[in-house]
């Protein structure tokens, strides 16, 4: 069973960055591939990025791309995401997710975490 915390929303303007981290309690992390994932209210749940085991290849959302960078430190069992030039439309809360193969599908990924809140002012 992985266990996932995020960490690093919080409350920023229009413009700015944030970094959010996704802490894994599993020591074999690196053999997960790892994403995020966004949910504002009353919406489901979006695809935002994906890395794979290795960190050789990402994949982003074409709202995020050029804007978010993902990216993950094996040895730290960390994976991070990286947001700048944020928008009032990036307002959601943020989930992590591990699984077996980098997907933008939620059914991709076998373990999340609680989410952290990411919010926009304009």
């Known amino acids: 069973q992985v266990q996932l915390v995020e960490s690093g929303g919080g409350l920023v303007q229009a413009g700015g960055s944030l970094r959010l981290s996704c802490a894994a309690s599993?020591?074999?992390?690196?053999?997960?591939?790892m994403g995020w994932f966004r949910q504002a209210p009353g919406m489901g749940r979006e695809f935002v990025a994906t890395i794979t085991r290795g960190g050789g290849w990402t994949s982003y959302a074409d709202s995020v791309k050029g804007r978010f960078t993902i990216s993950r430190d094996n040895a730290k069992n960390t994976v991070y995401l990286q947001m700048n030039s944020l928008k009032p439309e990036d307002t959601a809360v943020y989930y992590c997710?591990?699984?077996?193969?980098?997907?933008?599908?939620?059914?991709?990924?076998?373990?999340w975490g609680q989410g952290t809140q990411v919010t926009v002012s304009s």
């Open positions: 599993e020591r074999t992390f690196s053999s997960y591939a």
């Open positions: 997710a591990a699984g077996r193969t980098s997907s933008s599908s939620t059914d991709g990924y076998d373990y």
